[in-house]
C-alpha cells in the first residue's frame, strides 16, 4: 500500500480534527479518574463506548477528507457518488 503524505484537508478541517481529538484527551482523563475513584464499572463501560465512538468518528472524517481529496477527479459526478458509497460502507463497517 502506498503511503501519502497528507495535510489532513483545509486549515479548517484540521482544527476540527485536532479539537475532536483533545475532546476525546478529555474523556480518557475522565475515565481515567472514574477508575482511579472507583466509580461502578457499568458507568465507566458507558464512557468507554463513548470514547470508542468518537474515536471512530474521528478515523471516518480522516477517511472522508482523504478519500475526496485523492479520489475526487475535478467535477465528475459518477465518480464521485462512487466515492460517498464507499464512504458510507466503511462508516458502516465501524
Known sequence: MK???YSYG???EKQAIQNRLNRVAGQARGI???IEDS???DDVLIQLTALDKSIKS???LILESHMKHYLSPETNKENKQII???IH???RLQ
Open 10 to 12: 483545509s486549515p479548517e
Open 3 to 5: 503511503k501519502y503524505k
Open 58 to 60: 474521528i478515523a471516518n
Open 84 to 86: 460517498e458509497d464507499v
Open 32 to 34: 481515567s479518574q472514574m
Open 39 to 41: 466509580r461502578d464499572f
Open 89 to 91: 460502507v466503511f462508516k
